[in-house]
């Protein structure tokens, strides 16, 4: 069975940092593309960043650019979301999910399986 | 590449057809991609590719179009099947998802 549990998630002022994790099991970690999507209480679905299954390759959100940095550790199955100078508008509930593969190909872009998510709330 | 959802808010019965409009600002081939989200709970990927099912995805829920217009179809509206519906382009960085459409019982 796919897990992913996010963890890290908290209170922090504007202008600090935290740094969240995912821990992946039942599957083959570095087969797969990662990707943390956040969802702000009772607004929808936004792109944070994504990483390639070899970590070769990462993505950001424009309004995340240049404060986020994202990771991964293979031989540990663990994603990393460091998040620096962080703004109000964070505020939100941080899912890590999968990037899906049907039987011919594996996607960056679509993901299937997503964690329960870890709040962060920034407020001074 | 902007996503524009419409309708934002749907009422319907149950057995009722039901059809969510996504659009995006540019051309994305099939690049997209529709998830349910229930209060509560983490979005379920229903369709990729604009039309194809994922695994275990009831044969109600369909997906067509292409270029920059794209339909959810929900043949006849479920109990279970209130919810609120995303859509998603993954035809290039920055993903994009639409505002969502919530489907609520009339």
């Known amino acids: 069975e796919v897990q992913l549990l996010e963890s890290g998630g908290g209170l922090v002022q504007p202008g600090g940092s935290l740094r969240l994790s995912c821990a992946a099991s039942?599957?083959?970690?570095?087969?797969?593309?990662m990707t943390w999507v956040r969802q702000a209480p009772g607004k929808g679905l936004e792109w944070v960043s994504s990483?390639?299954?070899?970590?070769?390759?990462?993505y950001y959100a424009d309004s995340v650019k240049g404060r986020f940095t994202l990771s991964r550790d293979n031989s540990k199955n663990t994603l990393s979301l460091q998040m620096n100078s962080l703004r109000v508008e964070d505020t939100a509930v941080y899912h890590c999910?999968?990037?899906?593969?049907?039987?011919?190909?594996?996607?960056?872009?679509?993901?299937?399986?997503w964690g329960q998510g870890t709040l962060v709330t920034v407020s001074s | 590449i902007q996503m524009t959802q419409s309708p934002s808010f749907v009422s319907a019965s149950v057995g009722d057809r039901v059809t969510i409009t996504c659009r995006a600002s540019?051309?994305?081939?099939?690049?997209l991609a529709w998830f349910q989200q229930k209060p509560g709970k983490t979005p379920n990927l229903l369709i990729y590719?604009?039309?194809s099912l994922q695994n275990g995805v009831p044969s109600r829920f369909s997906g067509s179009g292409s270029g920059t217009d794209f339909t959810l179809t929900i043949s006849s509206l479920q109990p279970e099947d209130f919810a609120t519906y995303y859509c998603?382009?993954?035809?290039?960085?920055?993903?994009?998802f639409g505002q969502g459409t919530k489907v609520e019982i009339k």
């Open positions: 590719g604009a039309s």
């Open positions: 999910a999968r990037g899906y593969c049907d039987s011919s190909s594996c996607y960056t872009g679509y993901f299937d399986n």
């Open positions: 039942g599957f083959t970690f570095g087969n797969y593309a």
């Open positions: 990483i390639s299954g070899s970590g070769g390759a990462t």
């Open positions: 540019q051309d994305i081939s099939s690049w």
């Open positions: 998603q382009q993954a035809n290039n960085f920055p993903l994009t």
